[in-house]
């Protein structure tokens, strides 16, 4: 079956190393037949949520920037894949404004297959739990929805320190999967 694949880069770091581990997925992806979107945060403009609440009534975000589209995207997604560099044990704040402003329409991206990428300094899988337990909060909110994978980066600090690594073939493989 062919599917419908968004990967969600929100490393501000163009070619870094989470975000050559989203191309890999995107790669993997597109070999077995699915349609793959990989959507870099860096190049947009999304404004943080301001709790106005109108969204709770309309469906509708008040703000108008990029995430009216990446919305769409999301809502026509088979699978969602959110990838982070984790700072200070956390996502980065550009992939956390994104699971804010979900808020609109969060429950038309119920039912999706989620897949984490995340790439730490810190060599320590456990290190990253915190953020993995943040996603998996995001998706406690979305009926349906289930995790697929897990690729954990670690020991990425500087640009490129990904490459080489198992990391880089696991999320060709998970992209393969999806």
Known sequence: MNKKVMV??????????????????????REAGNTAE?????????????GCGACNRTHRCTQKD????????MVAADVIVLATPVYFYTMCAQLKTVIDRTAARYTEVAGKEFYFI????????????RTVEAFRGFLDC??????KGIVY?????????????RAMNQAYEMGKQA
């Open 8 to 29: 969600i880069s929100s490393t501000p770091r163009s070619g870094g190393n989470s975000d050559v581990l989203c191309d890999r997925f995107v790669e993997g992806a």
């Open 38 to 50: 990989k959507i870099r945060l860096a190049d947009l403009s999304i404004k943080y949520c301001t």
């Open 66 to 73: 990029d995430m009216e589209g990446i919305l769409e995207t």
């Open 118 to 129: 995340l790439t730490a300094a810190d060599s320590r899988k456990a290190s990253l739990e």
């Open 142 to 147: 979305l009926d349906g929805s289930c995790e």
């Open 153 to 165: 980066g670690t020991g990425a600090w500087g640009i490129g320190d990904i490459q080489g690594s």
